[in-house]
């Protein structure tokens, strides 16, 4: 039913998909051209560009939709795309490295799911095929995920090797599903700093692109408010405790709304949690609105990290990060699986790595002084300013704002410093950092590409260095440890690699 | 068939080796590159002391502007001697940076293909720049600037004939 090897096309619910995108464009456009272009005074050049844009917005997607073709020709996949400007890629199928599916609101609604192909060396967007009949997309990916797979078996068998290959990798078995309690807990327990930070920048942008448009109508309501307020504190006979209380009052407030947002958008990104562990892939499935299937073959992934704050550690949770060979250092690509509590964490390496994290030799702490040091030298530069001014102005208890400022900075690197540590075993390196933010970094030392030690000259005669683990998946490095300890990991790490002839990616 | 057990001492290691050095003629590109480089700032402060009139504007511009170029100059000058890299076997290593020292190891079974690159100025002093590229990220790229160009020729033929037996 379903033949790839003649130029397919996507399903025609696709065009209303492009005709809604088109249409939110459209309204942005006129919403601009109403509020920003009043210059524009001629009527019929207007109302001639609002045909034309009407037009081309209408005739678009039946285009795109009629010149958008797939289909696979030898071992590459080939997408035809483009009306005017006529685009053909191919995608050699062992490098396709992971084969999403998302659904936004809109294709759920019409039934129809978007498949997303990644590859080690292209920009994620551009190997998309936006409408598919679900079980078109189930089935290729299906018949995608199985090519280079088949061809492993088929070389193993003739190669003589034992058979249970099949029977050990040919199981399809759940590893971690989340209830809504776990996403509940996941939620609470997320940085409400950061969510109630970036809903406070969503909502400056928001205000910053219609500020102009509303000035224009309003005139500016922010316009004298240092008159007010003076005026406000003038006539009304205040004391520090009013302001200390408003203060207090906004910040839980602050408080609150983040955490409703962080429970929100968690439970939105990652309702019906599902990680599945499907032949030699992992597979991932979440989102309440928009849905998203993952499929990552496991031979590619580089780096487990796993990542906890203050409040997820009293739950006993993790979050694991899974990052796989690519070319951009995009941490937002990376897979992340919430709410690990500690067995599966070595359920995890066992599923990733096939061996766990053994007992570890050689930990080496960094030198936390160092950090110490590093950070002192940072604030100094930075506050010094401030210093000058104060002792300038002869307000003399800034000095000791300022310094307890410092004072702050310097116990936190301190502790940074003091949680950084490497170690490793026969098979890993293992990173170690942060102290209000742990994480730990799990890369088996074979996926190594490159290692690096450097230094600045200030710590050359300290006989400190930085060792930079460079993998197809970016790079990780621990900064301030003993340069002969950094030697001899780097010649570790470098023999290993030589000898190893697993494939890495 | 033979299978010695290797002790983990012996296995080599890089500190062991020698490195070599770039060609003497890298250095004067690096100090003639920077002297360029200065120049037109030195025209752009002449030019704007015609135009501000602050007492002693020129002398202290001037005098910051010297400093400044004999300490990138001295900054150049010290890097030339730290450079060098080291073919070996299986791997090769580069080292570079005086103020910041980098030392990066590249397997050649992790090289996926390398460049040869000659700039205007390279071409002029008869040298190249040989760029080893890995997969993933750009962060593990290596590139190795000022090389004689038939030394990096046989650098990038050496670097294939050892890839190619890995893939």
Excluded at chain 1, 54 to 79: A, C, K, M, R
């Amino acid at each position: 039913m379903f033949d790839l090897s003649a130029p397919q096309r996507q399903s025609k619910k696709v065009i209303l998909v492009y005709l809604l995108k088109n249409i939110r464009g459209l309204i942005l456009l006129t919403l601009y051209a109403l509020f920003g272009m009043q210059a524009w005074s001629n009527f019929y050049i207007s109302l001639g560009f609002t045909v034309f844009f009407g037009f081309v917005s209408l005739i678009s997607p039946v285009l795109q939709y009629l010149f958008f073709t797939f289909h696979v020709e030898g071992d590459e996949l080939i997408i035809h795309k483009g009306w005017l400007f006529k685009e053909r890629k191919a995608i050699p199928l062992d490098r396709v490295q992971s084969i999403n599916i998302n659904e936004n609101v809109v294709q759920r609604f019409l039934n129809i799911v978007s498949v997303e192909l990644e590859t080690a060396g292209s920009k994620k967007k551009e190997l998309e095929i936006p409408g598919l009949e679900r079980e078109v997309a189930q089935e290729l990916k299906r018949q995608l995920a199985l090519k280079p797979n088949t061809e492993t078996i088929e070389t193993l068998k003739i190669a003589g090797d034992q058979e249970p290959i099949e029977s050990v990798n040919n199981r399809s078995n759940l590893i971690l599903q989340l209830g809504i309690l776990d996403l509940l807990k996941v939620g609470i327990t997320q940085n409400h700093l950061r969510s109630g930070g970036l809903a406070l920048g969503v909502l400056f942008g928001f205000w910053y692109n219609i500020k102009d448009a509303v000035e224009s109508y309003f005139g500016n309501p922010f316009e004298n408010w240092d008159e007010d307020l003076e005026q406000y504190v003038t006539t009304h006979a205040y004391d520090y405790s009013d302001i200390i209380i408003t203060g207090l009052a906004g910040f839980v407030f602050f408080l609150f709304i983040s955490v409703i947002i962080s429970l929100l958008t968690t439970i939105n990104q990652y309702y019906g949690f599902q990680l599945i562990k499907d032949h030699d892939h992992i597979e991932l499935k979440m989102g309440l609105f928009n849905r998203r299937e993952i499929k990552v073959p496991i031979s590619k992934i580089q780096i487990l990290e796993f990542h906890s704050n203050p409040l997820r550690k009293l739950l006993g949770y993790q979050t694991a990060r899974v990052f796989q060979a690519q070319s951009q250092d995009d941490k937002l690509s990376a897979v992340s699986i919430p709410a690990c509590k500690p067995e599966m964490r070595a359920i995890l390496q066992e599923l990733i790595f096939n061996e766990t994290v053994a007992s570890t030799y050689e930990d080496v702490p960094a030198y936390k002084w160092s950090y110490v040091r590093l950070s002192f030298y940072i604030a100094i530069c930075i506050l010094a300013p401030f210093l000058v001014m104060s002792i300038y102005f002869n307000h003399y208890e800034f000095i000791v704002a300022i310094a307890l400022v410092i004072l702050l900075i310097l116990g936190l690197s301190y502790k940074y410093g003091a949680s950084c540590s490497i170690a490793r075993d026969d098979t890993f390196m293992i990173f170690k950092k942060g102290w209000i933010f742990p994480r730990t970094i799990i890369t088996p030392i074979y996926k190594a590409q490159a290692v690096e030690k450097w230094r600045s000259i200030f710590i050359k005669r300290r006989k400190q260095a930085h060792l930079k683990m460079h993998t197809a998946s970016g790079s990780r490095q621990l900064k301030y440890l003993p340069e002969p300890v950094i030697c001899k990991l780097n010649n570790v790490i470098n023999n290993r690699v030589i000898q190893s002839t697993e494939s890495w990616m | 068939m033979t299978n010695d057990k290797i002790q983990a001492t012996e296995l080599p290691s890089i500190e062991q080796s020698t490195f070599e050095k770039h060609p003497k003629r890298f250095l004067n590109k690096k100090l003639i590159a920077k002297v360029v480089f200065f120049i037109p700032l030195l025209i752009g402060i002449v030019v704007t002391s015609f135009f501000i009139e602050l007492d002693g504007f020129l002398t202290y511009t001037l005098s910051a502007w010297f400093v400044l170029f004999l300490c990138l100059l001295a900054v150049s000058y010290k890097e030339f001697f730290v450079r060098g890299y080291v073919l070996r076997e299986h791997d090769i290593t580069y080292k570079r940076g005086w103020l910041f020292h980098h030392q990066i190891t590249v397997p050649f079974n992790r090289i996926q293909h390398t460049d040869i690159n000659h700039g205007p100025i390279d071409r002029w002093f008869n040298l190249c720049e040989l760029e080893i590229f890995t997969a993933g990220g750009s962060s593990s790229d290596l590139s190795i600037s000022g090389l004689d160009p038939d030394d990096a020729s046989r650098i990038k033929k050496y670097i294939s004939s050892k890839t190619a037996q890995h893939v």
